[in-house]
């Protein structure tokens, strides 16, 4: 069952990694588990978020690399704590 308590300590504890990662301009993070109830992942408990990151640390970097270094950040949550990732990465001149 999708928990909003657990879901806004995941989203603090994804800020924070990201933070500390990719140092963002602007960083948004949002709960979309409400929109999956029913849905594998949500029954589970994982959550499901959606990250909107402006950060001069993708310069140079693809779309799919820039997502990479956000897993990265992410590490272990992407499998224990996250179901879904809805992902916007731009630097601080595209966005």
Known sequence: MNDPIRNVERMARMRSLLVAALSPASLELVD??????????ARGGLGHFSVDIVSDAFAGMAPLARHRAIYDALGEMMTTEIHALSIRARTSSEA
């Open 32 to 41: 979309d588990s409400h929109q999956h109830v029913g849905h594998v992942g």
